[in-house]
Every structure is written in structure tokens, then in C-alpha cells.
């Protein structure tokens, strides 16, 4: 039997014994077992494929396969056969990160080769290797892997999740990669083929505080302006900022092709929740610039190892650009399909505390708080559960702060974060709660917030609540949403 065939009847195995307490109805998840990273966003044949870094054996993170879904709305996903395994001479012990290409007509991964020279030190290399396949479902590594065997010479050996995209006759390539010193850099590939790279050389750099290795990086023009998306490891924590382990941010600025000078600003965090890392965008046949990101985060409590499986990605999101050169992301049009039952709730009632009734799971929110003439000290969304278990949203109108607390719903270490929203006149919450995730999106995506949530089986209902004063709510709507697994 070969390596894919033994991957897919492990995970067949796996899937049987998966306990549903946690699963999400709505979100990109294996069958069964550990996955990370989404890689290899594509349109190709018309379809939405998504791959993630998968390892089909156990729920913990190990040798690296890519995992497989495919969509025709970006919302209803169906599994396929697992894509790659590692275990030949380019990818020894890992198919890690990386994207895909329709090469005219084929499909093409590009993904980065994971070689121990000594697992116990953690001593490994890595290199950059294509895999192609013409139905979209089974691929081929080609014979001329690796296509880039090694790193420049003043590099670390830190050298991953190559993004490709293609900008006139050439393909470009960014590659995540460390100085000898240990800092953080991306840096840049031109190719007529695919197959042989030239190495131009470094995108962006950072410095002793942005880290020591930028993860998953993505390029791509937006509006005029060229964002950088990176995953940097080992940025400290500053109050508010930077307070999961590892980070996703983007720098934004300008790209000139020609001398591959990359004017940009600092360094700003994408989603201020716990659960967000090593995005990854698409540009779709519609010119939509889409990113998902992996929503767990590395080291944290993953209570779903018990259950058989660990790791989702995010909803897909539509990333704009805003005033100030804001990224902005806000879920892709198409998740209204998710939409079952709609309660149109509370319509300009001026209340400091109202419960509504639901036991439902998997959830849409909008919420729209008047904030002219308010004289609450905050305002908010409480999802309540049994037993105390809470998750509450509050913006606080003097600080001009939105915080996420967690710590009554499965993160009871560590569990709040925080991130500054100007809402002056309004604030608009648009909340999905799936069994065990709760994305946030505020005004209009002037701040994200993702989390993973732990709580009992048991919801009791959504609560709006105003302290200090009364608030006018000028909407309250909620659906229940679709399981889209069942
Ligand atoms: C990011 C990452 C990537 C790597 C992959 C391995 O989460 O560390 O840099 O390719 O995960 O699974």
C-alpha cells in the first residue's frame, strides 16, 4: 500500500471514533485528527479548493501530510482524499506550508520539504518542492524536486511556506525565512516556469523586536496599495499587543517590480482574539481577495485532543482595504446561505439587560448599539451557558476598548484580550458562535476578534446588556446557522 493509501485508511479508522461534543457545523475541520495551517488557496476549475497542513495518524501535531476540501460557495466543503504525504527524498519528514497555482490548467502545490538532520535537537533543513495534478484530487510531485534545494547563503535554516502567484509573464515567489542573526525577513523568487527559481532577494526585514522568524508569508496588491501578511514567532508582548505566542500581522505600503523595493509602515496584528495564525489569501475569479487563517494557536489548551481531533480554520473572510491603510476583513457574502431561522429580536428598545432565549449552538449575531447620547460605561454581548459559563463581548466607551473574555468559557487561563475600536456613533457587532469557536467582527471589521471556546453542551441564550445607563439598541437580530457536516 502506498504512503497516501495508509494515511486515508488511518484517518477512515480515526473518523469512527470521534466524539461530537466540540466539532463545528459551519468551519473547514478534518475528518478526524491534528491539522494546522490552511495552504493552498485556489480556485481551479471553477471550485474553491482549501488544503491545511494534516496529520492524518494522530491528533497531535506530527509528520506533516495536506489534508483536502473543495467548495462551490465557499461554504458547503466536502472532504477529499488526502493530497500529499511526505516520506520521499524532497519532503523526508514533513510536507509543510505552502499554496497552489492553476498552471493552465494545471494544478499546481508548492510546498516546502521538512528534513531532520537531528530530530531530537531540533537540527532540520528545508526546501521547496511542487507537486501537480490535472483533476484536481491526485497529485504528483515532479521529478525536478527540490526546485529550490536550499536557502541564500545568509540565511538561517529557517526557509518555509512558499506563496506563488503570477504578475505578467512570471511567477513570483515569497518565501519565510531568518538572517543568521535570527531575524525575522521574507524573501523573493522569479520564475518563468515554476521549476527554475532565480533568488532576487529580500522582501522585507525586520529587527530584533519583530521577531526571529516570519512564518507564512503573503504579497499582493489591495486597492492600489501591497500588503505583506506575516506570521512572525517571537514577538514580546506590549500591553494590549502581541499577546498570543505567536503572532499574524501585515505590513502595507508600496511595491515597485522593478527594483523590488517594498516601502511599508509597521507591523500590525490582523485579529486581536486568541485563535488566529498563518493566514493565507486567495484572489478569486470574482477579483476578491479572500484569507483564512488557522484558528487555534500553537502550545495553547486544545481540549479536542480527547475528542480525536484538533484544529479548524476560519471562516473565509473578504480582506479591503480602509481608511488609513486599514486591512479590513469581514466574512465573504456567501455565509448568509448558512442562514436557517432568522428572529428578528429587539428593534430600537432602550434596555440595560435582555435575554433571549436560545439553545442554539451555531449561531449569527448582529447587533447594532446606538452609542450617541449614551451615558453607559459599556456596552455588550453576553453568550450565556450553563453552570456560570459565559463568553462576553463589552466596549467600553471611555477607553474606546473592545474586550473578549474567554475565561468563563474554556480559556480560564489567559482569557481575555483586548484591542482598541473608535466606535463614536455605533457599534456594529457581527458575532458567528460554532460549537467551540466565536468569531467577532466590529464595525464593519475596524477589529476582528477569533477564539476557540470550551463550553458545556448546554447554551442558555444571548444577553445585551448596558452598564452604568440604559443604551438604545437599534437591532438585535440573530439565525441559528446550518450545519453544513451533517
Ligand atoms: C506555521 C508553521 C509553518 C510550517 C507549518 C508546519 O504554523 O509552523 O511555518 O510550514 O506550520 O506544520
Known amino acids: 500500500m502506498n504512503k497516501l493509501q495508509q494515511a486515508q485508511e488511518a484517518l477512515d479508522t480515526a473518523r469512527e471514533g470521534v466524539n461530537n461534543r466540540y466539532r463545528l457545523g459551519y468551519h473547514i475541520m478534518a475528518p478526524a485528527n491534528w491539522i494546522n495551517d490552511p495552504n493552498g488557496l485556489v480556485q481551479y476549475k471553477g471550485e474553491y479548493h482549501v488544503f491545511y497542513q494534516h496529520h492524518p495518524y494522530d491528533e497531535n501535531w506530527g509528520p506533516m501530510?495536506?489534508?483536502?476540501?473543495?467548495s462551490k460557495d465557499l461554504v458547503h466543503w466536502e472532504h477529499l482524499p488526502i493530497a500529499l504525504?511526505?516520506?520521499?527524498?524532497?519532503d523526508t519528514n514533513g510536507c509543510f506550508s505552502g499554496s497552489a497555482v492553476d498552471n493552465d490548467g494545471e494544478l499546481t502545490l508548492i510546498y516546502t520539504g521538512h528534513h531532520y538532520v537531528d530530530k531530537e535537537k531540533d537540527l532540520f533543513y528545508q526546501n521547496q518542492n511542487l507537486a501537480v495534478s490535472t483533476d484536481g484530487l491526485t497529485f504528483h510531485k515532479v521529478a525536478e524536486n527540490p526546485v529550490i534545494p536550499k536557502p541564500p547563503t545568509d540565511s538561517s535554516h529557517h526557509f518555509r511556506d512558499p506563496k506563488v502567484w503570477k504578475h505578467k509573464d512570471s511567477w513570483y515567489m515569497v518565501v519565510g525565512n531568518s538572517t543568521k542573526e535570527n531575524v525575522g525577513r521574507v524573501i523573493l523568487y522569479r520564475s518563468p516556469d515554476l521549476r527554475k527559481w532565480s533568488y532576487i532577494g529580500v522582501l522585507a526585514q525586520g529587527n530584533e523586536k519583530l521577531g526571529f522568524m516570519w512564518e507564512c508569508p503573503d504579497f499582493?496588491?489591495?486597492?492600489?496599495?501591497?500588503?505583506?501578511?506575516i506570521s512572525p514567532q517571537g514577538i514580546k508582548k506590549d500591553g494590549d499587543l502581541y499577546n498570543n505566542l505567536f503572532q499574524t500581522g501585515y505590513l502595507i505600503g508600496d511595491y515597485n517590480y522593478e527594483t523590488n523595493e517594498f516601502m511599508h509602515g509597521s507591523f500590525?496584528?490582523?485579529?486581536?482574539?486568541?485563535?488566529?495564525?498563518?493566514v493565507q489569501t486567495l484572489l478569486d475569479e470574482k477579483g476578491r481577495r479572500i484569507a483564512i487563517g488557522w484558528m487555534d494557536m500553537w502550545e495553547s489548551d486544545m481540549p479536542t485532543k480527547e475528542d480525536g481531533w484538533?484544529?479548524?480554520?476560519?471562516l473565509p473572510r473578504e480582506v479591503t482595504l480602509g481608511e488609513n491603510d486599514k486591512v479590513l476583513m469581514n466574512p465573504v457574502e456567501e455565509l448568509n446561505l448558512l442562514r436557517e431561522v432568522e428572529h428578528n429580536t429587539l428593534t430600537n428598545v432602550i434596555s440595560n439587560s435582555h435575554l433571549i432565549e436560545t439553545n442554539d449552538d451555531l449561531l449569527e449575531i448582529k447587533a447594532v448599539f446606538d452609542l450617541t447620547n449614551c451615558n453607559a460605561q459599556s456596552v455588550g454581548i453576553r453568550?450565556?451557558?450553563?453552570?456560570?459559563?459565559?463568553?462576553?463581548?463589552?466596549?467600553?466607551?471611555?477607553?474606546q476598548t473592545l474586550k473578549l473574555d474567554c475565561s468563563k468559557s474554556g480559556k480560564a487561563e489567559d482569557g481575555v484580550r483586548n484591542t482598541i475600536l473608535r466606535a463614536n456613533q455605533e457599534l456594529s457587532l457581527r458575532i458567528f458562535i460554532d460549537r467551540s469557536?466565536?468569531?467577532?467582527?466590529?464595525?464593519?471589521?475596524?477589529?476582528?476578534?477569533?477564539?476557540?471556546?470550551?463550553?458545556?453542551?448546554?447554551?442558555?441564550?444571548?444577553?445585551?446588556?448596558?452598564?452604568?445607563?440604559d443604551v438604545r439598541v437599534k437591532e438585535l437580530t440573530y439565525w441559528k446557522l446550518k450545519d453544513i457536516w451533517k
Not at 496588491?221 to 501591497?226: S, T
Not at 500590525?268 to 498563518?278: M, P, R, V
Open 437 to 469: 469557536s466565536i468569531e467577532v467582527f466590529a464595525n464593519e471589521g475596524q477589529a476582528t476578534m477569533t477564539s476557540r471556546i470550551y463550553p458545556s453542551e448546554d447554551r442558555l441564550g444571548i444577553e445585551v446588556f448596558a452598564d452604568g445607563e
Open 383 to 399: 453568550i450565556r451557558g450553563v453552570n456560570q459559563e459565559e463568553t462576553v463581548l463589552t466596549y467600553h466607551l471611555d477607553k
Open 220 to 229: 499582493f496588491e489591495l486597492d492600489g496599495k501591497y500588503v505583506l501578511m
Open 65 to 70: 501530510h495536506w489534508g483536502h476540501v473543495k
Open 268 to 278: 500590525n496584528e490582523l485579529d486581536n482574539g486568541h485563535d488566529f495564525y498563518a
Open 85 to 90: 504525504a511526505p516520506g520521499d527524498a524532497c
Open 310 to 314: 484538533c484544529g479548524a480554520l476560519t
